[in-house]
């Protein structure tokens, strides 16, 4: 089916008009995280989170510099509103990066502390980007150049991704472990709640510019679905590395350390709350 994105003068273009042409990529995200789901075992859900962290310090590096930088391009073509957003919004993406780097050395901690194997965060750092990552780069610079206005349609898609899919798929990956791993990834609990909040005020954006330019919509919808494409890709790659990690880890016996029941209890109970509390802020942050 042909979704229809020509604006006529009795059925103006809305937000739902591009949330509308957003459903096939949308669903074909879906359907390859569900895919996802399948594949990755168990043995290698750890593994996951460590290149996701890993992988994720190049993959968010230089967003506000590129936000930015489609703020400034959105204004000299005319966007003068939306390119104001884009370039105060750059600042709140600061430090992203860096959330992810100090996840890799608490990963990392993390198991060591329950295997008998060790592994460094060096191990980590050092491997070459994904080709996603590239990707991604590349989708934003060519953004700059060709469409600076649909910087919006990408954040607004990414973001979003933190109150339906993506705790999702975390919550699967960090089912199979123990609980005190929720506290290695200040990445994703505490970016789940503030991507709600970036997530309405983009919705809005967005809908104020397909009402004021609807010869836009097309390239909103195009660039938003490349975003996705891209970043299932990236999360793809991911569980590569993590299924190709396991033939070497697999067989690691964890540490046999006597603990109190009391302390284990205490631990999990304080891992679920901090699970839960960082979930609930990201639904609650939709409403």
């Known amino acids: 089916m042909t979704t229809e994105l020509t604006p006529t ?37 750890a ?41 105060d919004h750059a600042g709140h993406e600061e430090g992203h990066h860096e959330m992810m780097d100090r996840d890799i050395d608490s990963l990392v901690a993390w198991w060591n ?25 590349q989708l934003h610079l060519d953004l700059i150049e060709q469409a600076p206005y649909a910087q919006i349609a990408v954040e607004y898609e990414i973001e979003r991704l933190s109150t339906g899919d993506g705790p999702k798929l975390f919550r699967r990956m960090i089912g199979q472990l123990d609980l005190q791993v929720v506290r290695c990834l200040s990445f994703l609990t505490e970016h789940v ?14 809908g104020r510019l397909v009402a004021s330019h609807p010869e836009t919509l097309a390239e909103l919808v195009n660039r938003g679905s490349a975003a996705l494409r891209t970043y299932a890709s990236y999360v793809e790659g991911c569980a590569e ?36 509390r960082a979930f609930m802020q990201g639904r609650l942050g939709q409403h």
């Not at 996802?36 to 859900?45: F, I």
């Not at 060790?118 to 070459?128: C, E, G, I, L, V």
Request: hydrophobic share 45%; proline share 6%; net charge positive.
């Open 241 to 276: 590395l993590a299924t190709a990690s396991v033939d070497e880890f697999a067989l690691v016996r964890p540490r046999r350390r006597p603990r109190a029941w009391s302390i284990i209890l205490k631990e999990k109970a304080a891992a679920v709350l901090f699970l839960l």
């Open 193 to 206: 709640a503030i991507d709600a909040g970036h997530t309405r005020l983009n919705k809005r954006s967005l």
């Open 47 to 87: 593994m996951f989170l460590m290149h996701y962290s890993a992988q994720g310090v190049a993959m968010t590096k230089d967003v506000p510099v590129w936000i930015r930088a489609a703020g400034e391009a959105a204004k000299s073509k005319g966007y003068a509103v939306l390119g104001k957003m884009l370039v």
């Open 113 to 137: 502390e329950r295997f008998e194997r060790p592994m460094s965060s060096s191990s980590f750092r050092d491997q070459a980007p994904l080709p996603a990552v590239h990707a991604y780069r």
């Open 9 to 45: 003068s009795d059925h103006p273009l809305t937000i739902d008009s591009y949330e509308t042409a957003m459903e096939p990529a949308r669903r074909e995200f879906t359907q390859r995280m569900n895919a996802l789901y399948k594949r990755v075992e168990p043995s290698a859900c």
